[in-house]
Every structure is written in structure tokens, then in C-alpha cells.
């Protein structure tokens, strides 16, 4: 324990260089440089740009934007004070007064993609949806390279606008199990689905929505060629999406599962309803979500030659976002009832507060580890497990990101984990495409135990990658990691390879492809592929 304690003071020191000096912002330019007028008698300060971005980099929020008001009324033109009120106004949390100025110093210095991000931020935080999804328009318009925020436009479209959204993924993977045993297993997991989601408006803030999906999933014992299970599932639903006001919307759905046994006998062929109840608020200057949903789950049965039962499952949901003493936190609880009379309550409260580009992460949860399989009396079998954790990241846009984090989980049957992660990526200097990382993870338990994963746990993680965000309407990504492990069952090494690829036709259309290769030095080896697409019309 003394050892990894060591190992995380030593990763946090080196995620905390000095702070870099803040660069002066682009509205500032041609405004005078003199923060202070000096004589003989006093230090006088004299009005300037650079005098209230002095006062906001040290904290006096308010100060500042009384500079800046002072400058506005001089010169009532002035793009910098325009900006510095902007700047200022929403550390404050005046994001409606923001917007304001924003809107003036947007009409003076239009398709300034700085100013229409600093306006994305204001509308967002007022909730102002239909806003922003015209803003992050205009910034895709300005420059086609933005990948970020062509993101966020795939983001917005997908809950604002009519259009359909299909989405496929297949995965398969080869593990090896019973590796210190005379008689080692060869398993065959794979599985595959797609289908599309879909909006139609049906008149101002009431929508349609609903999707079709097919999914198969499947294990075998490929050396001695039987099936475990092989189960279809075909899911239809149908439903309303609501947006009453800027600060609350809701979304209702029921729909079909249909499933069937492809090969073996795991579920039959039955028909379960499912039913979705989804609603999000802002009061207070706070954000709340819920949802309540009904739908089937798959219990793998003690003796892992089917699914034992096919249960129904009813599941509620909250989520509060919140600042409070200088902290932005997320709290988040559920309650899980399932039809074989186990019900299971989670909760969680996570916290981070931003100094400079210093970022603190705090949280504590309460959930469940479950066990591989059900008990012989074909209940869930699980482990209550109490997590406590803390962290620190840094970052310097294309330079570096550093970071370290520590996790204590303690279990209700008595065994422990100690978790220590650290992670430094750098990009190069002179070409900021290219970008290598360094991620180091150390899982320690008081001591193993059967029936659920407690392995000890000691990687080392190195990756290259190229990341193409300037092409226009497209990007790309190609990656290589390098993993050195050793678990209770000794030393091991990886190979991943990664690609992704994306391609833009403005508000109107979008495709991104992701595939994903992984090989085990005598543990196995895994392939995924994934294709996500929007059609807004």
C-alpha cells in the first residue's frame, strides 16, 4: 500500500508544472498595453484592455468588468471591452447580460469563429438550444475544419432536428480461459447490431420519435464446437418528445422486444414489452434529469452452458447537476428491480473544480459488482462495493495533458481494491497531428476471489496516433498502443490498432467509422468495427 501511495504522490507531482502565462485574448488587439501609470507619489491604474484582463486573471471578476464598462462607455465601439464584458459577465454567471454583448461585438466582427464560440457557451448555458444549434452552424460554415464543434452540431441535430439516424457495430473476440489448467478453453464472443433512430416534428415542441433495431449475441466453445447460447433480439418502439420550454423537456416511448434462440435453448421465442419515461429540468441554476424504463435482462445461468431465465427489469434514474463552495458536482442515484425479487439501489456524487489548467476530481459512489453467473436457485448474485476516489489533470491545448487519480473500493465481503492511474500525452511541436501517450495503471485487491474479476493488475500503456481534424468536411484517426501487463497469471503484452474516420456534408449530413483491432500474447485476440450516420432533413 506504501508502495503505491509512493507511486501516486510521485505521478502528481509531475502532473503539476508551473502555470503557464496566460496569452492575451484576440479581441484585446490595438488596444493600449499600460496597466499602471507610475509617479512619484502613487501607482495610478489607468483604463486599458490589458489592466482588466489583469484584474480577471487574478480573480477580481467584478472589478474587471467595472473596467471594462468604463472602457465600453469611452469608446462604445471597442471590441475588447466588448469582449472583456463578455468574458466577464459569464464567470459571474450573468449569462443573459453575456449575450448581449456578445450579440454587439458578433454584428461588428461577424464570422469570428472566437466570438460565435464564446456565443455557443452563453446560449448553452442559458438552455437556448435552437440558438446555439444556429451558432454551431455558422461556425462549421467558417471553418469546415472544426471538428469539435462539428461534433456538437452532429450532437444537436440528432435532438432537435427531423431526420434519421441509422447505426450498425460487430464485434467478435477469441479468449483463452482455464490458461493454468490441463484442459484450456478456447471461447468464441461475438455479437452484432443495427438499426436506426428516427425524429419527425409534429408541430412546435412536439415531436415523434422512435427506432428499429436487430441484435444477436453469442458464446462458444470454439475447441470443442458447441454453443452456449445464441439469442436474437428485434426491438420496435414508438413515442413523444416534448420541449414545453427552454427548461424542461421529456420524451416518452413503449415499445417490443422479440427474441429467439438462433442456436441451443436459451431463451425460446417471447415477446416482452419494453417502456422508456425520460424528462430534464432546470431550476435553481441546476440541471435535473430522470428516467424510468422498463425492459428485459439476460441472466446467464450458475452452470454457463445457457441463460438461465430471461427477467424483466424496471430501473428509475436521477440526475442533479449542480456548483456549490467553488465546485461544479454530479449526483446521480438508481433503483433496479428485477423479476426475480432482488432489487438493487446505486448512488454517486462526483465533483471537479477548475484552477487555471488545473483540474481537481473528487467522488464517492455505492453500487454492485456482479458475480459471473446467477446462484443455482437462479437468483442474481452480486457484491455491495463503496468506492472513494481522487484525481488531478492538467492540461495545455496541443502541448500536453497530464494526470494521476487514486481510487479506494472496499467490498461488503470484506475484500479491497486499491486503483492508481496515470497518464501523460504530449504532442509535437511542429506538427500537432502527431501526438504519443504514456498511461500506467495499478489494480491491487487484499486478496482474490471466484465469481467475480479481483485479479491484481499491474500495465503499462504506450500509444502513437495521427489525428486529421483540417481536412475539409472530413477527418481522420489512426492509432498504435503497446501494452506490457502482468496479473496473477503472469506477464503478458498487447497490440491494439485503431481507425476512425469521419465525413461532413454540413447540416445535413454526417458518417463516422470506427474499427478496432486487438491482439494477446496467449490470452486471445478481439475485433470491433462501428458505423454511426445522421440524416437531418
Not at 248 to 253: G, H, I, S
Not at 293 to 304: Q, T
Not at 317 to 323: C, L, M
Request: glycine share 10%.
Amino acid at each position: 500500500m506504501m508502495k503505491a501511495f509512493t507511486s501516486f504522490v510521485l505521478l502528481l507531482s509531475f502532473a503539476l508544472p508551473a502555470p503557464a502565462a496566460d496569452q492575451p485574448a484576440p479581441g484585446g488587439a490595438g488596444l493600449s498595453t499600460a496597466a499602471v501609470n507610475t509617479s512619484s507619489a502613487a501607482a495610478v491604474p489607468v483604463l486599458s484592455y490589458d489592466y482588466g484582463m489583469a484584474q480577471r486573471k487574478r480573480g477580481d471578476t467584478a472589478a474587471a468588468k467595472e473596467t471594462f464598462l468604463k472602457l465600453l462607455e469611452q469608446t462604445p465601439d471597442s471590441g475588447g471591452a466588448l469582449e472583456g464584458l463578455s468574458l466577464t459577465c459569464m464567470a459571474l454567471g450573468q449569462y443573459e447580460e453575456a449575450l448581449v454583448y456578445l450579440g454587439r461585438w458578433n454584428a461588428q466582427s461577424p464570422h469570428n469563429t472566437y466570438i460565435l464560440g464564446l456565443l455557443v457557451r452563453a446560449q448553452n448555458r442559458q438552455r437556448d438550444e435552437a440558438g446555439a444549434l444556429r451558432t454551431y452552424k455558422e461556425i462549421v460554415e467558417c471553418d469546415k475544419r472544426d471538428c469539435v464543434s462539428r461534433r456538437r452540431l452532429d450532437s444537436s441535430m440528432e435532438l432537435l432536428q427531423a431526420g434519421i439516424f441509422p447505426r450498425a457495430r460487430s464485434s467478435k473476440s477469441y479468449s483463452v480461459e482455464g490458461v493454468g489448467t490441463s484442459n484450456p478453453q478456447r471461447i468464441l464472443y461475438e455479437g452484432y447490431s443495427v438499426g436506426s433512430r428516427f425524429r419527425a416534428p409534429l408541430k412546435a415542441g412536439l415531436d415523434l420519435v422512435g427506432g428499429v433495431e436487430i441484435r444477436e449475441e453469442a458464446q462458444r466453445n470454439d475447441g470443442q464446437g458447441f454453443t452456449y447460447y445464441d439469442v436474437q433480439e428485434k426491438i420496435y418502439s414508438a413515442g413523444l418528445g416534448g420541449r414545453p420550454s427552454r427548461d424542461l423537456k421529456w420524451e416518452a416511448e413503449y415499445g417490443q422486444s422479440a427474441l429467439s434462440d438462433l442456436k441451443g435453448s436459451g431463451v425460446g421465442n417471447k415477446v416482452m414489452n419494453r417502456a422508456r419515461l425520460a424528462g430534464a429540468l432546470h431550476a435553481y441554476d441546476s440541471d435535473f434529469r430522470l428516467a424510468l424504463a422498463h425492459a428485459p435482462r439476460f441472466l446467464r445461468g450458475s452452470g454457463g452452458t445457457q441463460y438461465f431465465s430471461l427477467l424483466r427489469e424496471n430501473s428509475a434514474r436521477a440526475e442533479a447537476e449542480f456548483s456549490a463552495l467553488n465546485w461544479n458536482w454530479l449526483a446521480r442515484a438508481g433503483l433496479y428491480g428485477t423479476s426475480d425479487g432482488t432489487t438493487l439501489g446505486t448512488y454517486s456524487l462526483r465533483g471537479n473544480r477548475e484552477l487555471g489548467g488545473n483540474i481537481l476530481q473528487s467522488g464517492y459512489s455505492h453500487g454492485q459488482q456482479e458475480f459471473y453467473s446467477a446462484s443455482a436457485s437462479g437468483r442474481l448474485r452480486y457484491v455491495n462495493t463503496d468506492t472513494l476516489s481522487a484525481g488531478l489533470r492538467r492540461s495545455v491545448d496541443d502541448k500536453y495533458r497530464a494526470g494521476a487519480s487514486y481510487a479506494y473500493t472496499g467490498y461488503s465481503d470484506r475484500n479491497y481494491l486499491n486503483e492508481l492511474d496515470g497518464e501523460l500525452t504530449g504532442w509535437l511541436p511542429w506538427n500537432k497531428e502527431f501526438y504519443g501517450t504514456y498511461q500506467y495503471s495499478l489494480q491491487n485487491f487484499r486478496a482474490p476471489y471466484a465469481g467475480y474479476p479481483s485479479s491484481d493488475l499491474t500495465a503499462h500503456l504506450l500509444g502513437a496516433y495521427w489525428r486529421r481534424c483540417h481536412g475539409r468536411n472530413w477527418a481522420a484517426l489512426a492509432g498504435y498502443e503497446r501494452g506490457i501487463m502482468r496479473d496473477n497469471r503472469g506477464s503478458y503484452q498487447a497490440n491494439t490498432y485503431l481507425a476512425e474516420a469521419e465525413w461532413y456534408r454540413g447540416a445535413n449530413a454526417s458518417v463516422r467509422a470506427q474499427a478496432k483491432k486487438r491482439d494477446t500474447t496467449g490470452r486471445g485476440h478481439s475485433y470491433s468495427a462501428g458505423l454511426q450516420a445522421r440524416y437531418s432533413f
